[in-house]
């Protein structure tokens, strides 16, 4: 099991150079003590731990092998067997070279060791520099593509494992779609409910007086009853109206202008029997229709809870608009002498304007009644 799991390549390595010592006593007779130690060399250089095997320390320990064998080679006989040893030098230097013009600084010393070894031997100086250099470019070129292929693998490691969370955020974007058009479809529902309640209820107020105002009329003056009974109708009936539309409540807002607003008015000043004062400083056809809209809601709610609680005799409203705010003021004299905790109406109000980035707030006039106040910048997304 320990065989198997080490390197093939060390071992082949290993078993090559045991066959030059082994062959080595047939190139010289009496040079065999120089082949023993340089494979013995060869070797344990091959299978030290590789932060050692760096090309710095790869040159420096062949530049010293081979000037070891440019020494031994100055014995007699000496030289063919210093040649071939220069080979197991070429594949171990070219094994460790860098990508660069510093790779070829190993081929340089290898040749000029050559050269310096057999300098008489002519006659194959040529092909000793072909075959080392054959050696060394070959050992080079096996480096660079079992290079090239293991960042090949490296970068299908990372394909594999960038596909992987593609697909993890793929899926999480599919749940968290899934949860926004759930929490979408929820903020729909209570968008729908709340505009009921501040446009159907406004007029269903309203209609509940009047019948009640007929009902007090009809044992005393049965005519002017009936003058009443038209106005009621349309009442309800405009209350039907803004029950089917209320699934477009933002839509409602673009068809929204001071005459809109006027009539709101006027309408609970006569249900009411109030004396309304209406002072505008600005156009709602230049707000956004989402400020258009919250604003109807705001002076609707507003006006309902007047005729339901405050029985006021007066009634202001004052719409201040200046180059990035608009401000909308209710204020009565009913009987109220101190602000109320609020209602679902008065804190839906409050979150919408918040929601555009205003602010929506109710306190007690003096001496009695109460002053709500709306304010709602122009401008950025949340308006469109």
Known sequence: MLIASLNYRKWLGT????????????????????????VAFFVGWLWLPPRFRTWRNSLMLGGLAALGLVLAARLPGTQPLAVVLLYPCAVFLASRAPSGPSAWIGLAGLAASSILISPHL???????LVV?????????????????????????????NAYAELQSTHQKLIETTAQVAESRAREERLQLAADIHDGVGHRLTSLIIG????????????????????????????????????????????????????ALVNDAATEGQWDPSVNWSGNPEHWPATVRLTLFRVLQESLTNILRYAKARHVTVDVVENETTVTMRIADDGALRQAPVGGFGLNHLKSRCRTLGGSFTWTAAKPHGLIITAQIPFGGPTHE
């Not at 090559?16 to 130690?37: D, I, K, Q």
């Not at 002519?122 to 000793?128: D, E, I, K, S």
């Not at 060394?136 to 990372?158: M, S």
């Open 15 to 38: 078993g090559a150079l045991l066959v030059v010592a082994l062959t080595s006593r047939h190139l010289a007779l009496r040079s065999n003590w120089l082949g023993v130690p340089y």
């Open 211 to 262: 019948l009640e105002a007929v009902e007090l009329m009809l044992p005393h003056d049965v005519n002017r009853a009936e003058e009443r009974l038209p106005a009621l109708v349309t009442t309800a009936r405009q209350s039907l109206f803004e029950v089917r539309q209320a699934v477009h409540a933002r839509e409602q807002g673009k068809d929204l202008g001071m005459d809109a607003f006027q």
């Open 132 to 160: 080392l250099g054959g050696v060394y470019i070959g050992t080079y070129g096996a480096k660079l593509r079992r290079e090239a292929r293991q960042l090949d693998r490296e970068r299908v490691k990372e394909l594999e």
């Open 122 to 128: 002519t006659a194959h100086l040529g092909g000793n």
